[in-house]
């Protein structure tokens, strides 16, 4: 898809290139060193109405918990399929779950394309004073962002390049919008003993941590 690539290498570039001046990318760069991410929002990739009303809590979240959606480890690392990956993720969550909406705030395509999940979740974040509530780790849906990665990451499986250096820009923004410190970043398994959930992904949170901690330093 023409314009695919260019639009993730600038994001890739003022990611990686990392405290650049904020005067680079007017509205990209942030003074805490941390970049924007570019996210399709719901209306971007065309998601369905949620079913019920979404609740936006009051407050900052102080937490983050990352997940893989066990999708298949695909190839096709394209913006169309980012989006296929969003209406898969929420066609499970709202027919084989009976939720109003997507589980997760975000998820984080194989490609290092971003997507908004649950409705709302985007423009609470850029506001940074209030998110909403999610479905995605029993007992944490109050108080943590949900950043969900396409994918299953069991049995040696790691996510590409590309996607761990969206993951690790996301998640810094998170934490800067929300003053959420690195240290708050968890697995689903920290918090569910009955699942694998994020697989490879859990023994990569100590990396995740020091990544996010240096962008935001």
């Not at 194989?110 to 029993?138: D, K, P, Q």
Request: glycine share 12%; proline share 5%; hydrophobic share 35%.
């Amino acid at each position: 898809m023409n314009g695919e690539k260019p639009l993730r290498r600038r994001l890739l570039i003022t990611g990686t290139a990392g405290l650049v001046a904020a005067g680079a990318l007017p509205g990209t760069a942030r003074a805490s060193g941390t970049v924007e991410p570019d996210v399709d929002s719901t209306q971007a990739w065309n998601a369905r109405p949620p079913r019920g009303n979404v609740t936006v809590l009051g407050y900052r979240p102080d937490r983050i918990v990352v997940h893989h959606t066990v999708s298949a480890n695909t190839s096709d690392l394209s913006r169309a399929q980012a989006h296929a990956h969003a209406h898969w993720v929420q066609d499970l969550h709202m027919d084989g779950n009976g939720w109003i909406d997507t589980g997760y705030h975000f998820a984080v395509s194989r490609g290092g394309w971003i997507t908004e999940g649950r409705h709302g979740s985007l423009r609470t974040l850029t506001g940074g004073t209030s998110f909403v509530l999610g479905a995605h780790t029993s007992g944490q849906n109050d108080r943590a962002v949900g950043i969900a990665c396409e994918g299953a990451y069991h049995a040696g499986a790691v996510p590409p390049q590309a996607q761990w250096e969206v993951l690790v820009i996301l998640c810094a923004y998170v934490c800067e919008r929300y003053g959420i410190a690195p240290a708050r970043m968890y697995g689903h398994k920290d918090f569910n003993t009955g699942t694998l959930c994020p697989g490879v992904l859990h023994d990569m949170l100590p990396r995740l941590r020091e990544e996010v901690a240096a962008r935001l330093g």
